[in-house]
């Protein structure tokens, strides 16, 4: 605790070297789940409001997808973003070195998930987010649990539904129902930035 009326400095995290990104695997990834569930690209179209022609280019790596749409697909298959990256290759089954988490990249919001775990069976989805300068989800997020974020770098604009934006800065953190839509932005047009993410449900 600190003493004469001295306040403690939150140490940041490290930032670690990116590490390939696995965004050519997110198409077939969600071809793989839609298949295993016998059902055709027609019906995931009527299903999640998102049209067949860019299902179908997007199952093929003909374009890119945005986070909001990707957690829109996976919750109706009943998976996880996790399954849509290959399982980790490290060393120790229980630890994450720097450089060999797995990503997931989405150009145009401008941002990267960096994913925490080195497999896909946790019960707990802890993500390091980075967006570019001016970056931020499009649509609005919503899932299962609950979600707490904490801000490593930069200046975050959270959106919940019923409430105004709120900017929060490095240090800052913030916990929240995961049904509860919500939207992140990057405040800032001219700086990084970084968002610790984890959530209580692999329901993405």
Same mark, same amino acid.
């Given at each position: 605790?600190?003493?004469?009326?001295?306040?403690?400095?939150?140490?940041?995290?490290?930032?670690?070297?990116?590490?390939?990104?696995?965004?050519?695997?997110?198409?077939?990834?969600?071809?793989?789940?839609?298949?295993?569930?016998?059902?055709?690209?027609?019906?995931?179209?009527?299903?999640?409001?998102?049209?067949?022609?860019?299902?179908?280019?997007?199952?093929?790596?003909?374009?890119?997808?945005?986070?909001?749409?990707?957690?829109?697909?996976?919750?109706?298959?009943?998976?996880? !973003?996790?399954?849509?990256? $290959?399982?980790?290759?490290? *060393?120790?089954?229980?630890?994450?070195?720097? =450089? #060999?988490?797995?990503? &997931?990249?989405?150009?145009?919001?401008?941002?990267?998930?960096?994913?925490?775990?080195?497999?896909?069976?946790?019960?707990?989805?802890?993500?390091?987010?980075?967006?570019?300068?001016?970056?931020?989800?499009?649509?609005?997020?919503?899932?299962?649990?609950?979600?707490?974020?904490?801000?490593?770098?930069?200046?975050?604009?959270?959106? !919940?539904?019923?409430?105004? $934006?709120?900017?929060?800065? *490095?240090?800052?953190?913030?916990?929240?129902? =995961? #049904?509860?839509?919500? &939207?992140?932005?990057?405040?800032?047009?001219?700086?990084?930035?970084?968002?610790?993410?984890?959530?209580?449900?692999?329901?993405?």
């Amino acid at each position: 605790m600190a003493k004469n009326g001295a306040t403690l400095e939150v140490a940041k995290l490290p930032k670690a070297p990116k590490p390939d990104r696995a965004s050519a695997m997110v198409g077939p990834a969600l071809r793989t789940l839609r298949l295993a569930r016998n059902l055709t690209i027609a019906e995931v179209a009527k299903a999640t409001d998102i049209s067949a022609s860019f299902l179908s280019l997007v199952e093929n790596n003909k374009s890119d997808i945005t986070i909001g749409r990707v957690t829109r697909l996976v919750q109706f298959y009943g998976a996880s !973003l996790t399954d849509l990256l $290959p399982a980790g290759h490290g *060393a120790d089954a229980d630890i994450v070195r720097a =450089g #060999e988490g797995r990503n &997931l990249h989405s150009p145009e919001e401008g941002m990267d998930i960096f994913m925490l775990t080195p497999d896909n069976d946790r019960n707990m989805v802890p993500m390091l987010l980075e967006f570019e300068p001016g970056g931020g989800r499009k649509d609005y997020g919503k899932h299962a649990g609950e979600e707490f974020v904490y801000v490593i770098d930069g200046e975050l604009l959270l959106e !919940l539904e019923g409430s105004e $934006p709120r900017r929060l800065k *490095a240090g800052d953190s913030a916990y929240y129902p =995961g #049904e509860r839509p919500h &939207l992140w932005r990057n405040a800032s047009t001219r700086s990084v930035l970084r968002v610790l993410c984890v959530d209580s449900s692999r329901l993405l």
